[in-house]
């Protein structure tokens, strides 16, 4: 929960999109984060860009790190009225981890077939270009 307890919708975090005052959403809670612009380290105004929406993809996407996730619990100011947009996330995440293990298998054998089919064609090549020859030869 957060520690204000207050809920904030869209309309109210389009009201605060400026360096003057910033609120962001990230995992369906409202942060104010008009202190930390100065000291983002990816810059102030990229953060901007992420304000007056919910920012949990931009954030995500960006790859931030855990200090990073830890240092937004500073600036927590109450929950987002749409929720959490993480369970998006959440459920790509276990297809993604399922991926992940079928990935080794898949692409092992994608590779092997990339190395085994342009061999099969010089191979080919090969063979026909001798046929060529040898049909030239006792012509
Ligand atoms: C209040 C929320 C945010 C916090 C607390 C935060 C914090 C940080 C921190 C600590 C870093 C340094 C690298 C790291 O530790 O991961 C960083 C880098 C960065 N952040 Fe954020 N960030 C926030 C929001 C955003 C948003 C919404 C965006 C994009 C739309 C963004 C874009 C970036 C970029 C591009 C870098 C990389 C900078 C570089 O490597 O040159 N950040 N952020």
Redesign the pocket.
Known sequence: MAPSGKTYGIADLKKHTTDKSCW?V?HGKV?D?TE?LE?????YD??L???GKD?TQ??E?????????K??E??VIGEFEGGDSAPAVAKVAPQSANAAKQQPAKSAATRTFHVILPLLILALALALNFYMMSQKKSA
């Open positions: 962001l990230v942060y984060v930390f000291e983002h380290p990816g810059g990229i953060i860009t992420s304000t920012a931009d954030f996407e960006i790859g931030h790190s855990n200090s990073a996730k240092l937004l500073k600036y």
